[in-house]
């Protein structure tokens, strides 16, 4: 016997979505535009001199749950680099954007144009720690702790107002006493 | 690293795996997945359904365990599709730690195994940033009924006849995930699997508490020292009150949690993954190490794990000379024969009958799947 954990999430349609441009980010703004060939690179580990990257395409956002969606696995590889490459690689990109200078990280995140060769080599290296571990949280209370229903909301006296707590999505009407079915927790990211 | 030594072929001889197990074993298979991590628990079958259920923990590359649980539902050992004790047969699932080489195939896991066969996933609440993260969160959120749980040393969780215990990581340590102030292999969810655990017996004139000879398992992950210096304080030893007062109350009869029949060592015999002490303390029947031929990568197994895991099994201050590996019950997943060929032994199956092991091999390379026909039993 089990009992619902949360409303099921719908499996994410393959239809285009919108490139992830996360907030407060060069993406955001129009200072960058993503492009095909773009990378997500993220620091899986560094065990002494080794740097192990976990190298997807550079993520859609699915409209229908707000998740990333990175695509078929089949595009996906594992890459190693020799940590100090990297990390000159990284610093130069992060001196020409003004960014504090800081030793690599497990978790740290890169957008990369032109992902070829060594570190040396590649087109560009943007820096997007923070964004990413915002969406990885956001990934996880998304699955554990999604936002109750709309209706739910409102037999507590909460509306998303109130609440202050959830972000909106321009597609979303801005009245809150009409909103559209379902749980609030997708477009939340 | 050093290369494991080549096992003699003849030893190894063919078997119907399946028909070997008992109602009551444990059954543990260690997947051959090369650099990574793909473990499966079958627990003692259920009197009452006839099926044993499944706890897997992590899924480092996909294409390995959906064919090897496929191949038990056909075997009859799990309950098929359509049947009622389908639904929560897989009682857990755990992802140790969110390296992708523990969580790269488990999106694919839990999306085989829809209907409600999962009930509970854990995981440590160390969110990472790699996409095959992502890809595990939205897999769990799109089957309603799975619990997310994020569990710490000393919780424990009955299924069936099975006690699990998790060993770490401590709740000191998840407290700093946050600030990523901990490792992320010391994030490690490191468990100790028991079964038959102590029962207590219905009796009208009162219900008594029955010990069995159980079999245990303590699966590692990929903790490290520190993760590890936690579990020594979290799980000290209690050494027995022999006195007479002791006996007449029944108290202080003393335990080890940490001793252990099968100990599938951490973070691949890595020299951060576990120390003299700790060894001695789990004092493994069988010892099993999962990595690849050529040291992979990272050069896992290293020499100094190795020798602290020989030096735990056999002590050599009196002078003695080594044993084997294999004297030693020391086994890889990247073990090969002595054939010419240097065949390939592959994924680990045990069998655990009253805390004694029996060792088979399945003869894939991490790319291929595990033909349970294939099955070669390992003569001692």
């Given amino acids: ?189 | 690293m050093a290369r494991p030594i080549p096992l003699p072929a003849k030893r190894h001889v063919a078997g119907d795996f399946v028909a070997a197990t008992a109602d009551a074993d444990l059954v543990y298979f260690v997947c051959n997945v090369g650099d990574a991590d793909a473990q499966l628990v079958l627990l003692p079958k259920s009197p009452v359904s006839g099926f044993r259920r499944v706890v897997v923990v992590d899924a480092g590359k996909p294409g390995k365990l959906p064919p090897l649980l496929n191949a038990l539902i056909v075997a009859g050992l799990v309950a098929p599709d359509g049947h009622p004790d389908a639904v929560g047969s897989i009682p857990l699932i755990v992802a140790t730690h969110p390296h992708q080489d523990h969580i790269e195939g488990m999106a694919e896991v839990i999306d085989s195994f829809a209907g409600g066969r999962i009930a509970e996933f854990w995981d440590p609440g160390y969110w990472h940033t790699i996409d095959s993260y992502h890809d595990t969160m939205a897999a769990i959120a799109r089957q309603s009924q799975i619990v997310y749980a994020q569990p710490t040393s000393g919780f424990r969780r009955w299924i069936g006849l099975a006690a699990i215990t998790v060993l770490s990581p401590s709740v000191q340590l998840r407290n700093r995930f946050d600030t990523y102030g901990t490792e992320i292999n010391d994030a490690s969810i490191s468990l100790r699997i028991e079964a038959p655990a102590i029962r207590a017996f219905r009796d009208p004139d009162g219900n008594r508490m029955v010990r069995f000879d159980s079999s245990r398992l303590i699966l590692g992950a990929d903790a490290q020292t520190l993760s590890w210096s936690y579990v020594l304080n979290d799980f000290p030893f209690l050494a027995a009150t022999t006195t007479e007062q002791g006996r007449m109350l029944d108290v202080g009869s003393g335990t080890d949690v940490l001793r252990t029949n099968v100990l599938k060592v951490s973070h691949h015999g890595s020299k951060h993954g576990v120390n003299l002490e700790l060894v001695e303390r789990m004092s493994p029947d069988l010892t099993l190490i999962s990595s690849v031929p050529e040291g992979g990568t990272y050069g896992f197994p290293h020499e100094v794990a190795q020798e602290v895991i020989r030096e735990a099994l056999q002590s050599t201050t009196s002078g003695q000379r080594r044993k084997s590996d294999a004297r030693l019950s020391i086994f890889y997943t990247s073990d090969t024969t002595d054939d010419p060929g240097r065949l390939a032994l592959g994924s680990i199956g045990v069998i655990l009958r009253r805390g004694v092991w029996s060792l088979w091999r399945f003869g894939d390379k991490a790319s291929q799947q595990i033909d349970l026909a294939k099955g070669r039993l390992w003569t001692r």
């Fill in chain 1, 1 to 189: 016997m089990s009992f619902d954990q949360r409303t099921a999430e719908p499996r994410t349609a393959r239809a285009p979505g919108r490139p992830w441009r996360p907030a407060d980010t060069p993406l955001a703004d129009g200072r960058l535009e993503p492009a095909a060939g773009d990378r997500y690179v993220a620091v899986d580990r560094i065990d002494g001199t080794v740097v192990t990257l976990a190298v997807a395409p550079w993520p859609l956002v699915d409209g229908a749950t707000g998740r990333l969606d990175f695509g078929p696995v089949r595009n996906r590889v594992t890459r190693t680099a020799t940590a100090d490459r990297l990390q000159r690689r990284v610093d130069q990109d992060r001196a020409e954007r003004g960014q504090l200078r800081r030793p690599l990280r497990v978790g740290d995140v890169f957008l990369v144009r032109g992902l070829a060769g060594p570190p040396s080599r590649w087109a560009a290296v943007v820096d997007l720690t923070r964004a990413s571990r915002l969406a990885a949280k956001a990934a996880l209370f998304a699955t554990a702790a999604p936002a109750p229903l709309r209706d739910e909301l409102r037999t507590y006296g909460l509306d998303r107002r109130a609440a202050g707590v959830v972000r909106t999505t321009d597609d979303e009407p801005s009245d809150p006493e009409e909103p559209p079915p379902g749980p609030i927790a997708y477009p939340a990211i």
